[in-house]
């Protein structure tokens, strides 16, 4: 529980995708990049670098300055 409010990964998760692949909301995906790849490094999992690798490219698609420079810090560490 943090600041009264329990935490629930999942259903942060289950938000953020609906509004990015319903809403094409940017500010989601770029959320949830940075959830995938976070806790991919806690997991040490790479099915979620390879889901925040993926958000990354959706939104670098329309040019998108923050997830171009994300993905080429996420494909510089894979090759690490």
Known sequence: MENGVKKDVNETIYWHRKAF????????GLDLAIFYKNLAIKNKDNALHKKSIEVYQKIATINNHIA??????????ARC
């Open 21 to 28: 692949f319903e809403n094409e909301d940017i500010d989601a």
């Open 68 to 77: 171009l420079t994300a993905l080429g810090g996420l494909r510089n560490r």
